[in-house]
């Protein structure tokens, strides 16, 4: 699924700016992290409500399973689900949009980095919208503003001698990553009453 | 096995009951009675640490199985495997999921999907869970709807056997099931006359 996407927006985004390969070099590097972004939340309404509804997530508690727990192990499946498919799919993106080698380099390592972010917010968003009526689209409206610095650090890495970016973007992975388990674990027991 | 001393339970800033007391021991069994609405769920949820005490003491050290209106079985797997899902999960072995799919009359059942399942074959699974679980303490909220006769003398049958093993069950039923409680309450929200509902 996420892999379709990416390949789709990366083919479509020729067509809305034109086929000039100065521009596309310039501003695809900066579309995929955009595609990569939107392929994280594409999935958010799946991620925890059927659990929830389900019963899942209530029988897990009675087994002294801690939401926390929870929720960490949601963010391994669901990095494992879309952050190598992406990875792998920004090859032949990256051959549609004509970008050169070493932007490519650069790109996949920033998506190595920066996909974990991306899962953190997706279960955060996902947990704190667990239930609510339409909740993709609030889901997208809460996680969206939260992926600012991906995004920054992300397309900012792009460019050449940029390695301070990099590591400004393996922080943030690192932040979000950390508080996310906390953060989404309290939103689950939250969500319960 | 499980205390509770002065219960009480707010849902929605509703104070739905207060004062709820009862002690069980191994072997004891408990209905919990009461219309609809009156909290006896969240009676329930409550002894299952799924909600928070509002008042009162509650103390319950044994490991506890649960059926609820939620299956919490996957869908898409086979019943045998959907329930080893949570045998695992409860570290009991196979052996004990396929007893209790005998027990309940579903062991022809065990290859199909969950979600082929009828309204009565879901319960009879969810109380499988229970039974694999070796839980010593069961909550059963309306464990005997959408049962048949048959299934509901397969429920009473099973929990005779789990009391006469030394284990304890809290039940929320509002029709009477086949089996013999030691001892039942009648929640009652507050403010209401004592007859309102006799």
């Known amino acids: 699924m996420p892999v379709a996407f990416l390949l789709l927006v990366a083919s479509l985004f020729p067509f809305a700016v034109g086929p000039d390969v100065r521009l596309l070099g310039q501003t695809g590097g900066g579309m995929v992290w955009i595609a990569a972004l939107l392929a994280a939340l594409l999935p958010v309404d799946r991620l925890i409500t059927p659990d929830r509804d389900a019963g899942v997530l209530d029988q897990l508690a009675l087994r002294g399973i801690s939401e926390e727990i929870v929720a960490l192990a949601k963010m391994i499946a669901h990095w494992i689900s879309f952050g190598p498919p992406l990875i792998i799919a920004a090859l032949p993106a990256s051959a549609l949009l004509k970008l050169e080698l070493p932007v490519i380099m650069r790109l996949e390592v920033g998506l190595l980095l920066g996909t974990p972010a991306l899962a953190a917010l997706g279960i955060l968003a996902a947990a704190l919208t667990a239930g609510v009526r339409s909740a993709s689209a609030l889901a997208g409206l809460l996680a969206l503003p939260l992926a600012i610095p991906v995004l920054i650090f992300g397309a900012g890495s792009l460019h050449e001698g940029s390695h301070g970016a990099l590591k400004f973007l393996a922080a943030v992975s690192l932040v979000l990553v950390a508080l996310t388990p906390i953060a989404a674990g309290a939103a689950l027991r939250a969500g319960r009453e | ?198």
Not at chain 2, 159 to 184: K, R, W
Request: hydrophobic share 50%; proline share 4%.
């Open chain 2, 1 to 198: 096995m499980v205390t509770a001393h002065q219960l009480g339970c707010v849902r929605g800033g509703r104070l739905l009951f207060t004062g709820v007391s009862f002690a069980l021991a191994r072997g004891e069994s408990l209905l919990l009675r009461g219309h609809n609405g009156v909290g006896k769920s969240s009676l329930l949820r409550l002894i299952a640490g799924l909600l928070p005490v509002f008042a009162g003491n509650l103390s319950a050290f044994e490991r506890m199985a649960m059926c609820d209106e939620h299956l919490a079985l996957d869908e898409n797997r086979t019943l045998a495997g959907a329930l080893s899902f949570w045998a695992h999960m409860d570290g009991v072995s196979d052996n004990a999921v396929s007893a209790a799919l005998e027990c309940y009359a579903l062991t022809p059942l065990r290859d199909i999907p969950v979600r082929m399942l009828s309204t009565g074959q879901r319960k009879r699974a969810a109380l499988v869970r229970v039974l694999a679980s070796g839980a010593l303490l069961w909550l059963l909220d309306e464990p005997g709807n959408g049962l048949d006769a048959p299934s509901l003398a397969l429920l009473g049958a099973a929990m005779q056997a789990h009391v006469a093993n030394g284990g304890c069950i809290i039940a929320a039923s509002h029709f009477n099931l086949p089996f013999a409680f030691t001892d039942s309450i009648t929640l009652q929200n507050p403010g209401e006359p004592d007859d309102a509902h006799l």
